[in-house]
């Protein structure tokens, strides 16, 4: 320890020793790293936290800097939100198997657009193949393919990458769906055995 910093100290524990013994001290780091104590607390505009000591420097309570309540503001937001998500799922699925028949029935209506999507893609490649098949006849001929045969083949060919992108997006779209709905089971069965863990979180796939 510094002689500059004994003094200090010393200094401090004369002055609490004379302050009444209802006095409260305050204590923080100011703006240059030195531990400021005062019988004021900090000024309003301090970045740091403090601690608010009694006459024999025994702490009695924390201040929260500026970072720390705004960490303390989002922390109980994300646990109000969550709140809100228990409650809306266990209000919408009284049961567990209602939550389960509701994800069958998000699944099996992906699926059935799927399946169409798959059916409309066999009947466009026929298409392609037959439009194609029809070009490959006027080269033989060594004609030009028709602007018609062209055009058909142009708005085949889109409607499948169009369709193709479209089964991508709902295979994707099922996946998301999965997850979010064993997270909303896993959260279920915690909630209704009272495990109501702060790090778990719910989406609530409604």
Do not use: C
């Amino acid at each position: 320890m510094s002689r500059g910093t004994a003094t200090l100290l010393m200094v401090v524990g004369l002055a609490m020793i004379a302050t009444p013994a209802s006095a409260r001290w305050y204590k923080w780091v100011d703006e240059s790293g030195n531990i400021s104590y005062q019988d004021q607390p900090p000024p309003s505009n301090s970045e740091q936290s403090a601690q608010v000591l009694n006459k024999n420097g025994v702490t009695l309570q924390h201040i929260p800097s500026r970072a720390e309540e705004r960490e303390n503001r989002r922390l109980a937001k994300i646990e109000t939100e969550q709140r809100q998500r228990d409650d809306a799922l266990i209000k919408a699925f009284p049961l567990e198997s209602d939550l389960i028949n509701t994800r069958d029935k998000r699944i099996t209506h992906i699926d059935g657009s799927v399946s169409r999507m798959y059916e409309q893609l066999v009947i466009l490649n026929s298409r392609l193949v037959s439009i194609e098949d029809r070009v490959n006849v006027r080269i033989e001929r060594e004609l030009s393919p028709s602007q018609a045969l062209e055009s058909d083949r142009i708005a085949v060919t889109r409607s499948i990458d169009s369709t193709n992108a479209l089964i991508k997006s709902k295979l994707r779209e099922r996946r998301l769906v999965m997850s979010q709905f064993d997270n909303d089971l896993a959260r279920y069965r915690d909630l209704k055995s009272g495990v109501t863990t702060s790090g778990a979180t719910a989406s609530f796939s409604d």
